[in-house]
């Protein structure tokens, strides 16, 4: 055991602040990082404390950090935390606890919280996070899991999810997602792109790079930067130009922007083939 002790506390705690209305001061800040800690029971006597940094240590468990009521930001990454149960904070705005061991959540009632970070733990779903209550979550990261679906995300508000590196075949859960602006699903198993991810309509930046994406079931309203770099679409002969033709409203496909030829030239081949389909039509 190598729990919190005060001469630790001591050296860690850092800005001094005025609580209240009187003349109270208290430390409202402590980083105690890389330090091997495998208790942290002594910060629940640290009730004024907003910002905590107990990255890099060998903390399981969170209970602790319940007396905490004035917390705005937490970063616990790199802890050996298994299950992630919190009580609602009102003030916090960020958390990271990214490379834990968490495979499940339960419940998430932080309603000013806009940054979220699980990233490289071993979560399998999103079901019970309860997200819908976080109002004002803007981003959230799940990079690195084992997560095989989005369901369960339900936060309207979102504008950044980064999920690369899991198991996802569908884009099922993202069609509530609809204020999107950053879809990053680096690393995944799909193999096309369907309706759900047709209705995200503030999409600008959508990275599918080294996923098993062939083919788009729908037309795509994307007006910003597309990365299929790795996906078996990459290898079709001008996949630029077919590309463009079922999201032509796209600037930039992996490192290269279009230019106005490109979009003119698409154009006349579509064109083509759908008068070479009305011809066919008409021998019929």
């Known amino acids: 055991e190598n729990p919190l002790r005060v001469d630790i506390m001591v050296d860690c705690l850092q800005l001094l602040q005025?609580?209240?209305?009187g003349l109270s001061h208290a430390f409202v800040k402590l980083v105690a990082t890389d330090l091997n800690l495998t208790n942290m029971t002594l910060i629940s006597n640290y009730v004024h404390l907003r910002f905590v940094d107990l990255s890099m240590n060998k903390i399981k468990d969170t209970t602790p950090l319940r007396a905490l009521l004035f917390l705005t930001t937490l970063k616990m990454d790199a802890n050996l935390i298994q299950m992630l149960q919190l009580q609602?904070?009102?003030?916090?705005?960020?958390?990271?606890?990214?490379?834990?061991?968490?495979?499940?959540?339960?419940?998430?009632?932080?309603?000013?919280?806009?940054?979220?970070?699980?990233?490289?733990?071993?979560?399998?779903?999103?079901?019970?996070?309860?997200?819908?209550?976080?109002?004002?979550?803007?981003?959230?990261?799940?990079?690195?899991?084992?997560?095989?679906?989005?369901?369960?995300?339900?936060?309207?508000?979102?504008?950044?999810?980064?999920?690369?590196?899991?198991?996802?075949?569908?884009?099922?859960?993202?069609?509530?997602?609809?204020?999107?602006?950053?879809?990053?699903?680096?690393?995944?198993?799909?193999?096309?792109?369907?309706?759900?991810?047709?209705?995200?309509?503030n999409l600008t930046y959508f990275n599918l790079r080294f996923s098993d994406w062939l083919w788009l079931a729908g037309r795509l309203y994307m007006a910003g930067w597309?990365?299929?770099?790795?996906?078996?679409?990459?290898?079709?002969?001008?996949?630029?130009?077919?590309?463009?033709?079922?999201?032509?409203?796209?600037?930039?496909?992996?490192?290269?922007?279009?230019?106005?030829i490109d979009y003119q030239e698409a154009l006349d081949v579509k064109v083509e083939r759908e008068e070479e389909m009305r011809m066919k039509v008409r021998r019929r």
Not at 18 to 21: A, E, P, R, V
Not at 107 to 130: D, V
């Open 18 to 21: 005025k609580i209240g209305g």
């Open 88 to 201: 609602p904070f009102l003030y916090l705005q960020q958390a990271s606890f990214s490379n834990n061991f968490i495979h499940l959540t339960i419940g998430f009632f932080h309603p000013s919280i806009t940054h979220f970070n699980l990233g490289f733990n071993r979560l399998r779903s999103m079901a019970g996070c309860k997200l819908s209550l976080a109002t004002n979550l803007t981003e959230l990261q799940l990079n690195g899991n084992k997560l095989t679906s989005l369901v369960g995300i339900n936060c309207p508000n979102l504008k950044r999810l980064y999920a690369a590196n899991n198991r996802l075949r569908s884009f099922e859960g993202v069609e509530t997602l609809v204020n999107l602006d950053i879809l990053h699903l680096r690393k995944n198993k799909f193999r096309s792109i369907d309706e759900r991810v047709v209705a995200l309509k």
């Open 226 to 260: 597309l990365v299929v770099i790795g996906c078996p679409i990459e290898k079709m002969e001008n996949y630029r130009q077919e590309v463009l033709m079922i999201i032509p409203t796209l600037k930039k496909l992996d490192k290269e922007i279009f230019l106005e």
